[in-house]
């Protein structure tokens, strides 16, 4: 199991990114997949999850209405859109999985993650 996380940047206040996550060694529509960010200093927090059985998704609060999880079977990917990008959102961003099956808000958990992928950083100017 692998997770590959892409797309990071550079990007004003107010701009939009996408990142990206493939998985390869297994199937996301059968995981539990959750964006998590880790910004200097402070702890590690869920900012979006995707079940696999039926793609429900969940957002923290301070990503709802900006931020859109997503997933494209075909290419094995999930994206995360952010969109209004402040500099509070500024943090290394961290692509996860698990086969568990919890109630698909408890994807947002970290310590409800079995695989971890390689960050991309996300940088937001003021």
């Known amino acids: 199991v692998q997770l590959q996380a892409s797309g990071g940047g550079l990007v004003q206040t107010g701009g939009s990114l996408t990142i990206a996550c493939a998985a390869s060694g297994f199937t ?10 880790q910004a200097q ?6 900012v979006a999850c995707i079940s ?9 609060e301070s990503a709802k209405g900006r931020f859109t999880i997503s997933r ?17 959102d ?10 568990s099956i919890v109630y698909y808000t408890d994807y947002i958990y970290p310590e409800v993650m079995d695989y971890w992928g390689k960050g991309t950083q996300v940088t937001v100017s003021s």
């Open 41 to 46: 200093g402070k702890e590690r927090e869920g």
């Open 28 to 37: 996301l529509d059968s995981y539990g997949i959750g964006w998590f960010r």
């Open 52 to 60: 696999g059985s039926d793609g429900s998704t969940a957002y923290a």
């Open 90 to 99: 500024t943090a290394y961003y961290y692509c996860a999985a698990t086969a």
């Open 72 to 88: 494209d079977n075909a290419k094995n990917t999930v994206y995360l859109r952010m969109n209004a990008l402040k500099p509070e």
